[in-house]
């Protein structure tokens, strides 16, 4: 692999770099669909690996010589939203070609592979779920043996919910192993024609099919212990278990459903800087600070076996309900496995205590140094600042997602009566890099594990969650803004990480949390605060004056658990919500609520 991609022409306001550095696959979320049925030959397997088919079953597995039969392209994104095509233009070589994808069971995909050169004899095939289903068709189809259109089309039914794979190529590589088959263009046009959203539970429909199986008494004590098993801190979990009594009391007499409020559960506001998770679960661990140096040709070899997520039950007797975060086979071993290693490298050369990456006789030190390179090396940086509901609690109920957040009671009036109730926030930064080495899309925030770190995407967040981006840094557009960013990012991170140690959760909830970390940037990049709740130290404007630029940054912002505006701070609530609009909002009572802020 060459060190030096090709050069390009200098920017005055870095030195120049040329990098070789991790190689990852590119970004990002699926959702797919499918039923049986096309306009040439096909055949699809039903879910126990059955079914009559109108032409060979291809091989998916691999070739018998032991080599990759795959060269795997990423992950493919679908829009949220039916009959929106998404086009891939592709070219075939000596294999075949997959995306990953995210389907939903019920969800219908329809697959179209155009061959525009001729040349190529079109065949398309989806395997899954990943990763027990590798290799196990679901729907396959060719260009029905007309060659003079070269055309093939698959609409596929995906039987559950879980990560596939549409792979395509010509034919001989799926029935000859590849000797003979065509080399050239390829053009995959995905559309999800419906059910393109995923199944999720509000808390009331999992209680009323639990309580159809276990009976009223003892949900209730379920519902105890899993509140003792998710709020550790004492104080958080008794006012939670006085809410949930007062809901499930019920009218035993004449037998009415239990329910539970929409705002459920709901801490005041200045519970973030004592229950220090409320706000993000615990993601994977980030390395401890210390000297590393990486080595690119070990970093590029090394064995693919990531870390992954994983649920549990949060009851031994109803193992359909869990708490955690599912693994996202979207991601494969090696790509994931190569975004851990992109996290850990900046996350040591952030603290610059000696860290380094060398290539040869080139050595990287600081953030600067990686993020420069990469940029003059030909690499397209995206930074997005992005918003989202926190799935703390992490619940799913028979595979799919349960709509749980915890809700701040913010003490802000209503201009209705009473007071506004929050779903928690949740902020960072996503960092997109794509290019000739390096393609990779991680994270960067204050969590309750690790501190202030790069953290590499390895789960799917719920759609109730949702996802705005209020600003988009592009190195295509200002490379310098992108660099200065991920300087600023790294500061932060050295600052933070000496401050919070020796504090437990290395700060978290006594320094910020992630809407913190977020808006120190955004306050650097853009010279404004659009975000609440906000929990670091009150400062004065002294402490800025005499401080560095992370100093003045929080001496410019609010300080939430301090006290507020309210009218100031409603408006850093409609800049918070992770939706564009009221009405697209999965609560309707938060809805309404937003339009009776002050």
């Known amino acids: 692999m060459p060190l030096c991609p090709p050069a390009r022409v200098e920017r005055p306001a870095h030195r120049r770099h040329c990098l070789a550095f991790l190689t990852v696959t590119a970004t990002l979320l699926a959702g797919a669909c499918g039923e049986a049925g096309d306009d040439g030959t096909s055949g699809a397997v039903d879910a126990g690996g059955g079914g009559a088919m109108s032409a060979p079953v291809p091989d998916l597995t691999g070739k018998a010589d032991g080599t990759a039969p795959l060269s795997e392209r990423g992950r493919l994104v679908l829009p949220l939203a039916a009959n929106t095509p998404v086009e891939i233009p592709a070219e075939v070589t000596d294999r075949r070609l997959a995306w990953r994808v995210r389907g939903y069971a019920g969800m219908v995909l329809r697959l179209d592979v155009r061959a525009p050169d001729g040349v190529v004899d079109p065949y398309v095939a989806v395997d899954g779920p990943l990763p027990g289903g590798a290799g196990r068709p679901v729907a396959y189809a060719d260009d029905g043996g007309a060659p003079s259109t070269r055309d093939?089309?698959?609409?596929?039914?995906?039987?559950?919910?879980?990560?596939?794979?549409?792979?395509?190529?010509?034919?001989?590589?799926?029935?000859?192993?590849?000797?003979?088959?065509?080399?050239?263009?390829?053009?995959?046009?995905?559309?999800?024609?419906?059910?393109?959203?995923?199944?999720?539970?509000?808390?009331?429909?999992?209680?009323?099919?639990?309580?159809?199986?276990?009976?009223?008494?003892?949900?209730?004590?379920?519902?105890?212990?899993?509140?003792?098993?998710?709020?550790?801190?004492?104080?958080?979990?008794?006012?939670?278990?006085?809410?949930?009594?007062?809901?499930?009391?019920?009218?035993?007499?004449?037998?009415?459903?239990?329910?539970?409020?929409?705002?459920?559960?709901?801490?005041?506001?200045?519970?973030?800087?004592?229950?220090?998770?409320?706000?993000?679960?615990?993601?994977?661990?980030?390395?401890?600070?210390?000297?590393?140096?990486?080595?690119?040709?070990?970093?590029?070899?090394?064995?693919?076996?990531?870390?992954?997520?994983?649920?549990?039950?949060?009851?031994?007797?109803?193992?359909?309900?869990?708490?955690?975060?599912?693994?996202?086979?979207?991601?494969?071993?090696?790509?994931?496995?190569?975004?851990?290693?992109?996290?850990?490298?900046?996350?040591?050369?952030?603290?610059?205590?000696?860290?380094?990456?060398?290539?040869?006789?080139?050595?990287?030190?600081?953030?600067?140094?990686?993020?420069?390179?990469?940029?003059?090396?030909?690499?397209?940086?995206?930074?997005?600042?992005?918003?989202?509901?926190?799935?703390?609690?992490?619940?799913s109920y028979k595979g799919e997602p349960v709509e749980a957040p915890v809700w701040l009671d913010t003490g802000i009036p209503l201009t209705t009566g009473g007071t506004f109730p929050l779903p928690a926030p949740h902020t960072h930064h996503t960092i997109i890099v794509s290019g000739p080495v390096v393609n990779a899309t991680i994270m960067y925030y204050m969590g309750v594990s690790g501190g202030v770190s790069f953290r590499a995407v390895e789960g799917a967040r719920p759609a109730w969650s949702g996802e705005r981006t209020l600003y988009t840094y592009d190195s295509a557009v200002d490379p310098d803004a992108v660099v200065r960013l991920m300087v600023a990012a790294a500061d932060l991170r050295r600052k933070w990480t000496t401050a919070g140690a020796g504090l437990p959760a290395l700060g978290y909830g006594q320094l910020g949390v992630c809407n913190d970390s977020t808006a120190v940037l955004e306050h650097m990049a853009q010279g404004s605060v659009t975000i609440f709740p906000l929990a670091h130290p009150a400062s004065d404007a002294t402490q800025g004056a005499d401080g560095d630029a992370i100093d003045r940054a929080l001496a410019a912002l609010p300080s939430d658990l301090a006290g507020f505006d309210p009218t100031e701070a409603a408006a850093r609530i409609r800049t918070t919500l992770p939706f564009a609009d009221a009405a697209s909002l999965p609560f309707p009572g938060l809805a309404a609520a937003v339009g009776a802020l002050p």
């Open 152 to 395: 093939a089309a698959l609409e596929v039914a995906f039987p559950e919910t879980g990560a596939y794979r549409i792979q395509l190529g010509d034919a001989a590589h799926f029935f000859g192993g590849g000797g003979g088959a065509g080399a050239g263009r390829l053009t995959l046009t995905a559309t999800c024609l419906s059910g393109c959203t995923p199944r999720e539970w509000s808390l009331n429909e999992v209680l009323a099919d639990v309580e159809a199986k276990v009976g009223r008494e003892q949900l209730r004590a379920m519902v105890s212990q899993g509140i003792a098993a998710l709020f550790p801190d004492a104080e958080t979990a008794a006012s939670i278990q006085a809410q949930a009594d007062a809901a499930l009391a019920g009218d035993a007499a004449g037998g009415a459903p239990l329910a539970l409020p929409e705002a459920f559960p709901i801490v005041p506001i200045a519970a973030i800087g004592t229950a220090q998770a409320l706000l993000e679960r615990p993601g994977a661990p980030v390395p401890a600070p210390g000297a590393v140096t990486f080595d690119l040709g070990a970093l590029l070899t090394e064995d693919c076996r990531p870390a992954r997520s994983s649920l549990k039950p949060l009851h031994p007797s109803l193992p359909d309900l869990q708490t955690g975060s599912a693994p996202d086979y979207t991601f494969d071993d090696c790509l994931l496995q190569r975004a851990q290693d992109f996290a850990n490298v900046l996350n040591n050369l952030s603290l610059e205590n000696g860290s380094a990456v060398v290539s040869g006789a080139t050595r990287y030190e600081t953030v600067e140094d990686v993020f420069t390179a990469l940029i003059d090396g030909g690499h397209h940086i995206v930074v997005q600042n992005n918003r989202y509901f926190a799935d703390f609690l992490g619940l």
